[in-house]
């Protein structure tokens, strides 16, 4: 079960990682990527949003959903 916005995980976030179901593999890299930017953009509205413990502080983990997609296609 991913994990609720944690505001302290979140201030030692070092990396980002989108996780992108592959029913979206035939995208393009460059929207994948513009889409990734909105995302991590506004990481306490991620329907999936996840954090790894790393040595030097966390990484950020978003699952996209479709929910995702249609609240960053309408910003």
């Not at 996209?64 to 249609?70: G, H, M, P, S």
């Amino acid at each position: 079960m991913p994990n609720a916005f944690d505001p302290y995980r979140e201030a030692l976030v070092v990396e980002q990682h989108t996780i992108w179901p592959d029913v979206y593999e035939d995208w393009s890299a460059a929207d994948k990527q513009r889409l990734e930017a909105l995302l991590h953009a506004t990481p306490r509205e991620a329907a999936e949003l996840d954090y790894v413990r790393q040595h030097t502080g966390f990484a950020r983990v978003i699952t996209v959903t479709t929910a995702d997609l249609d609240r960053v296609s309408v910003a």
